[in-house]
């Protein structure tokens, strides 16, 4: 059965990458050897978007958080460079950010349920 997924970040520059997951996001690793860092990422779900033609088999990464305003408060304090306003999306606040040497993620603070948390065959 499946146990897990493992989220690719490719980067222009690895070790920028690698430092802002450790260092700025705090995210827990392990290293695989010679300074390669596999990183424990948060709690996860995943999600299929209808595609338009040129869009299908695109992947994205958002990050979650509870408190938009204060996330993007803690990281700015730490450096983080916002690379959008905060937009007010049906579906939740959203903004994005720089990922140094790998360009840019989002950052949203959700209004739907999530499904990160539940465990067992789907809820209705």
């Not at 520059?13 to 450790?22: C, I, K, L, V, W």
């Not at 450096?79 to 950010?97: A, C, I, N, P, Y």
Request: with cysteine.
């Amino acid at each position: 059965m499946i146990n897990g997924a493992h989220t690719i970040v490719y980067a222009a520059d690895p070790g920028a990458a690698r430092d802002f997951f450790r260092d700025v996001l705090g995210l827990p690793y392990v290293d695989a050897g010679h300074d390669w860092l596999i990183f424990r990422s948060p709690p996860a779900e995943l999600a299929v978007h209808p595609a338009d033609g040129s869009g299908s088999g695109r992947l994205e990464l958002y990050l979650m958080c509870d408190d938009l305003s204060a996330t993007m408060a803690e990281l700015t304090a730490k450096g983080v460079e916002f690379t959008s306003e905060v937009t007010d999306q049906r579906w939740g606040l959203l903004t994005s950010l720089r990922v140094p040497g790998a360009g840019e993620i989002g950052l949203y603070e959700p209004k739907h349920p999530t499904a990160h948390d539940i465990d067992g065959p789907s809820l209705p």
